[in-house]
């Protein structure tokens, strides 16, 4: 990475580094919780979806949800990690209302997944982020503070909903990579189909540690913890915030506490949730109504065999095959969705055009109307007919971009617009050569200026032709023909 | 034929297969003993009405291929049931009433056995006298002011006061094994994984186990081969082929080797302990089994060991009962003083004492030291039970290094009350099965057990073992009935 681009805070020609790790917290999609048969759905009226072990009525005992470990295998994998065949289920014990058990069911020493790595795809080149661990724990209840202005209400509906922890090591240096760091993570596991990474619905959150160093320095400083922040956006503005806070401290010489801090979304700032002396102790022990959890060779084996296309790799065969810019590829396959869309479209068009025309017209659409790619109102196939006509001298560019704007009403047929609207690229030489013919005589003054070596005009001539033409000229045609008569 | 209520299961089964006896006459016979024997003070709950209700039904349409055909059972208040209040002996659980059954009650009424009602326990099952329970202590009935041991304390003087034909308790350090013993009744702690737990008000997870509590050694295998069951909602449950215990029973034990342990003759142990053992062995070698002297070496930590681990588990298990979700609760201003009052109120001495133990061992800095020892330790105790097993088929122990003692006698010395369990406790930390069967007298005349401990999974040996014990024993409880009112 060149020097340039290192994000750095200065202060009085001092230039701070920003050291961030994070821990995301991410559902896992499965229909029922980590360790009951209880429904994950989200929106559901609260506390219909509690089983007498989400709620831990007395006697009641977990048993584990074995598509939640596939899915944590699964996850692992895609991070190139390593798939731990025995790890331990602990409870770490605290006591809050909404956290039925008393403890939460997690994974403490001996996590499923052990230490893999995340590609990101940075301006000025790629980047390597390393994953610590990822371990499988349930969520906890929700407490409602602001219905009953008396009492706190508790809804367990979230209660026992199986979330995958992924740990990063503190590998990340700004907010720009943290921000390449979750999509990249989100498009990981919705090629996986296992976290739909909904920030909106919490099913992606991240606690985020930050630390601030000068640069050079090879120590680490002393970190705080932003307990979770459910966007990429207050992601980096906590980064920001904090990061300034603990510079400032420096500058003015106090010590940085290592504590836990919450971000407060309004004032744009972080403030202290509890300090170190003040931190639970959680009594993290393995919990004995579960055995250790031993994953075979075999299963491993048979989930990697189900394993995707991911991200990397389709962006590897994406420049290979279709010879398309990284820059490209890596927009292409940023989310599944997109990929798809991309592949059904160059299935019968040309892979050039279809990605000019999806990475420039139909995202400028999606992005106006705020749309995913799977809610384009414009059809695989459609824009693929549009890119054939294109392609064919059927129509120009020019033309092919009003035919697209009647397209998205509708997902309508380009052939049908083209033809009821008499939109037919104008491709008879003869046709053209008369209409320059008329151009030519309009214009003589301009003739002899170029002529006499005003080059420039050239142009002038072409926006003539095609207006002449209605905008419908081939314009290699208009060219072609004008050249020679201009220069005959 | 003998008084309803003295017979055994095997007994009461018998009579009402061969159509001699009416489940509703058994019932009835049993619930008026016990409106008479308020004085032990062992109903929690009772199910009377309901219990006749229910054998009335079962008299109309008998089914008499069921192991347990219209038998009235009463169960320790640790066992969740449907409908019917269930309090662990304690206050915090005071007013609750389960919406489901225990997988191993549910055993019991799936073999055609009618819920009498909810025997006294210690609260949370933690004590050795049942004198911890929030519902008062119960009386021996082998001695005024006497206590019948504990945990299940409710179950072994019902049981021995022909208040129940069987019972089933729960076993976590002896809970079953020293009150079966201190009331001249059988009790059986199975293998770990044997009895399911889900349902089973939990105090240490990784030590509970439910198991039998009878007159005799053939009713505790008719009831064990009901209870034991695989169950998918337990995930320590264990998926194995279990015997026909009472099919399979047997008295024939000619060759097999049983241990004797030396490190169980511990300091101050009563001659008539000593004794007791001596006469076992005789026993032993007269039905043509072969004594071996083995040693279990660190029989010693057992003790220190298990109150490390059962009160980490119960700290963590017991912090459900904070008085959000159901239960008892305590008002306070905001979440904090609720919880703080909630459970100083809910919670007795004894239980506190052990949430506190259980907290500290498992605290940062204190955890490796105690908890992760312990653990390490717990191995050491497995170990040596295996290669003891490697040796012999079976090992005899006395079962409590003392008889019943007095109500009052310990509650203020919590040590003392702890050694009670030094012979039961080790076996609870291997997971291993062991019954206590009664097998003499001390000079009150107050009974004493034997116990037998097994491999895993071998409960069919130590069933038969006893049997054959049993029979040369010829114990028989001197019980006078005087708490008897009109």
Not at chain 1, 80 to 104: C, E, H, M, T, W
Not at chain 1, 176 to 190: F, G, H, P
Not at chain 2, 278 to 294: F, P, Q, T, V
Not at chain 2, 360 to 375: I, T
Request: net charge negative; hydrophobic share 35%.
């Amino acid at each position: 990475m060149s020097k340039n681009s290192e994000y750095l805070i200065e202060r009085e020609n001092k230039q701070y580094e920003v050291i961030i790790g994070l821990e995301v917290h991410a559902q896992v999609t499965s229909e029922s919780k980590l360790f009951s048969q209880s429904s994950t759905k989200f929106g559901a009226e609260p506390n219909t979806q509690v089983s007498l072990v989400d709620a831990a009525f007395p006697g009641m005992l977990p048993v584990i949800n074995e598509f939640c470990i596939e899915q944590a295998i699964k996850t692992g994998i895609g991070l190139k990690a390593k798939i731990n065949k025995k790890s331990v289920f602990d409870r770490k014990n605290y006591f809050y209302a909404d956290l039925p058990q008393g403890y939460q069911i997690s994974q403490y020493k001996y996590p499923i997944v052990g230490e893999g790595k995340v590609i990101l795809d940075m301006p000025n080149g790629q980047k390597e982020i390393g994953i610590e661990r990822l371990h499988l724990e349930q969520d906890a209840g929700k407490s409602i503070h602001d219905i009953d202005p008396n009492n706190t209400l508790v809804d367990l509906n979230r209660s026992g909903v199986a979330l995958m922890e992924i740990v990063s090591k503190p590998d990340l240096r700004s907010p720009d990579e943290v921000n390449v760091y979750i999509k990249k993570l989100r498009s990981i596991m919705r090629y996986l189909g296992t976290c739909d990474g909904n920030m909106q619905e919490g099913s992606l959150r991240a606690d985020v540690n930050v630390s601030v160093r000068l640069k050079g320095e090879t120590e680490f400083g002393t970190r705080c913890e932003i307990k979770n922040v459910n966007s990429i956006k207050f992601m980096q503005m906590a980064i920001i915030s904090e990061a300034n806070r603990q510079i400032d401290l420096l500058e003015e010489r106090k010590e940085i506490d290592q504590e836990t801090r919450l971000f407060d979304t309004k004032r744009n700032e972080t403030r202290s949730m509890r300090s170190k002396e003040d931190a639970h102790d959680y009594r993290y022990f393995p919990d004995p109504d579960l055995l250790p959890l031993e994953i075979s060779q075999e299963l491993i084996e048979k989930i990697k065999s189900d394993i995707p296309e991911l991200p990397d790799e389709k962006k590897k065969r994406f420049i290979d095959k279709f010879n398309l810019s990284p820059y490209e590829a890596t927009i292409l396959v940023s989310d599944i969705e997109t990929s798809n869309f991309f592949e059904e479209v160059i299935k019968n068009s040309d892979v050039k055009l279809a990605t000019n025309w999806i990475t420039g017209e139909l995202f400028a659409v999606l992005n106006e109307k705020n749309l995913e790619i799977s809610q384009s109102p414009v059809s695989a196939k459609n824009l693929s007919k549009l890119i054939n006509l294109i392609k064919d001298g059927t129509i120009s560019g020019k033309i092919a971009k009003t035919v697209f704007e009647q397209m998205i009403d509708g997902d309508q047929d380009p052939l049908i617009i083209v033809k009821e609207k008499g939109l037919k690229q104008e491709s008879d030489p003869k046709a053209i050569e008369e209409l320059i013919n008329k151009v030519i005589e309009n214009n003589s003054d301009k003739v002899a200026e170029y002529k006499s070596g005003k080059d420039k005009l050239f142009g002038f001539f072409v926006g003539q032709a095609m207006k002449e033409s209605k905008g419908k000229g081939n314009p290699q045609l208009i060219n072609k023909i004008l050249k020679e008569k201009l220069n005959g | 034929m003998s008084d309803i209520t003295s017979q055994s299961l095997f007994e009461l089964t018998s009579n009402i297969k061969e159509k001699k006896l009416s489940s509703e006459e058994i019932t009835k016979a049993f619930i008026n003993r016990a409106e008479k024997s308020k004085k032990l003070n062992v109903y929690v709950t009772n199910n009377f009405e309901k219990a006749i209700d229910q054998s009335k039904k079962f008299d109309s349409n008998p089914n008499l291929d069921f192991k347990l055909p219209g038998i009235p059972i009463a169960v320790k208040d640790l066992f969740c049931t449907n409908g019917v209040r269930t309090t662990a002996g304690s206050k915090i659980l005071n007013n609750f009433v389960p919406t489901y059954e225990s997988t191993v009650t549910q055993n019991l009424w799936s073999q055609g056995a009618i819920l009498l009602g909810k025997l006294n326990c210690d609260e949370f099952a933690m004590g050795s006298s049942n004198e911890t329970s929030f519902f008062g202590n119960v009386q021996n009935p082998v001695g005024e002011n006497l206590v019948p041991g504990g945990s299940s304390g409710g179950s072994s003087a019902a049981v021995a006061a022909n208040l129940t034909p069987v019972t089933i308790g729960t076993d976590t350090g002896g809970s079953i094994r020293q009150p079966a013993s201190f009331t001249g009744t059988v009790g059986l702690k199975p293998t770990y994984g044997s009895c399911s737990r889900y349902g089973i008000v939990a105090f240490a997870s990784s030590l509970d186990q439910a198991g039998p509590m009878t007159k005799n050694v053939r009713d505790c295998s008719m009831l064990l081969e009901v209870i034991s069951s695989f169950d998918q909602k337990d995930s320590t449950s264990i998926d194995y082929k279990r015997n026909y215990y009472s099919k399979e029973l047997s008295k024939d034990i000619k060759g097999k080797k049983i241990g004797i342990p030396k490190e169980y003759r511990v300091d101050n142990m009563p001659d008539e302990i000593e004794q007791l053992w001596k006469n076992g062995i005789s026993y032993a070698k007269d039905c043509g089994a072969e004594i071996i002297d083995i040693s279990l070496p660190h029989t010693n930590y057992a003790l220190p060991t298990y109150y490390i681990v059962a009160p980490a588990e119960a700290s963590s298990n017991l912090a459900r009962y904070d008085g959000v979700k159901y239960g008892f609760r305590s008002p306070g201003q905001n979440l904090i003083e609720m919880y703080e009052k909630t459970r100083s109120e809910g919670f007795g001495d004894e239980v506190k004492r052990r949430i506190m133990i259980g907290t500290y061992v498992l605290s940062s800095g204190y955890y490796d030291a105690y908890y992760l020892k312990a653990q390490k330790v717990r191995q050491l105790i497995k170990k040596d039970f295996d290669d003891a097993f490697s040796k012999v088929d079976a090992i005899l122990t006395p079962s409590t290094p003392s008889s019943a003692f007095k109500i009052g006698e310990k509650t203020n010395d919590p040590v003392s009350m702890y050694l009670n369990d030094i012979f039961t406790v080790p076996i609870n930390l291997a997971g291993l099965p062991g019954i206590s069967i009664p097998a003499g007298k001390d000079k009150n005349n107050y009974p004493l057990g034997l116990q037998v401990i097994g491999k895993p999974f071998d409960e069919q040996n130590i069933l038969n073992i006893s049997y054959a014990l049993e029979d040369k024993i010829n114990f028989k409880n001197d019980i006078s009935d005087w708490w008897l009112s009109e």
